[in-house]
């Protein structure tokens, strides 16, 4: 039974770890680390309705990383991203607050979405988280010349005709995803540290795109891997290893490198 449960971890854990590896490569060289923050975060009333209503939690909260993803990028046409983000994820705040405060064990909900409950996937978690997962890898090929081509230069993205408004809702979608996958099981700041420091590293060490993405997969499953086998040693939570290694691989990221070098072909 235990050890049913540590593969189901390991195998959701590792899946949630490519994504955010993916997709925290085009955070990164886009430049949009508030929004990976904020649409995690911004998917807090999902849960809190889940848990009240009793819907299908990981369902409610792609519908809501969704839902944010859209709202976010039709405000960033009328404003800027970052004051769009911002509204957006104070009212779904707001939201998550107000159906929390009539739930019962509120302090076990609001632990959950930030740290998520990885040692307590179940299969059906992990059907759906590797079934997002799946979609949001997909998409990224389909999208993949015109996302790097825009997050190195906006400018060279016009000139090619890449449409920016689509191509930044399609951008705001996958980081949605990413998160409907990555928050059951890692949690909002977790999905957070594990889109931005295994990327941020690759970033600072590689100056070729699909080096750069390769590099920000494998640090983002070393993360994982390695911390589920600290945290069945040890006792202690899976997510501090998670937050302690998305730091150290940052800081060991401006060691090795000199910052955010040019990408080559």
């Not at 709202?71 to 957006?88: G, N």
């Not at 409950?117 to 999208?143: E, K, S």
């Not at 949605?176 to 928050?183: E, G, H, P, S, T």
Request: with cysteine.
């Amino acid at each position: 039974m235990i050890a049913g449960i540590f593969a189901s971890s390991w195998v959701a854990g590792s899946i949630v770890a490519v994504l955010a590896g993916v997709i925290g490569f085009f955070v990164v060289l886009r430049g949009s680390v508030f929004a990976a923050h904020a649409l995690p975060l911004g998917a807090f009333p999902a849960v809190a309705a889940a848990r009240l209503w009793g819907l299908d939690l990981l369902a409610t909260v792609l519908a809501f990383s969704v839902l944010g993803a859209a709202v976010v990028a039709a405000l960033s046409r009328r404003t800027r991203r970052d004051i769009a983000t911002a509204l957006w994820l104070v009212l779904m705040l707001g939201a998550g607050e107000l159906i929390l405060s009539r739930l019962q064990g509120y302090s076990r909900a609001v632990y959950g979405l930030f740290f998520g409950q990885l040692l307590g996937v179940t299969p059906a978690d992990l059907h759906m988280i590797a079934g997002v997962g799946a979609v949001a890898v997909v998409l990224v090929l389909i999208a993949f010349r015109p996302l790097l081509l825009s997050g190195l230069s906006a400018d060279l993205a016009a000139v090619a005709g890449v449409p920016a408004g689509l191509l930044d809702l399609v951008f705001l979608t996958l980081v949605a995803l990413a998160a409907a996958a990555a928050l059951p099981a890692v949690g909002a700041l977790l999905a957070f540290s594990l889109m931005v420091g295994p990327a941020s590293a690759a970033r600072m060490v590689c100056d070729r795109p699909l080096p750069g993405l390769a590099l920000s997969v494998a640090l983002a499953l070393a993360t994982v891997w390695g911390a589920l086998l600290l945290a069945s040693a040890t006792g202690w939570p899976v997510g501090f290893f998670v937050g302690v290694a998305g730091l150290g691989l940052y800081v060991a990221g401006r060691l090795a490198g000199r910052g955010y070098a040019p990408l080559r072909r």
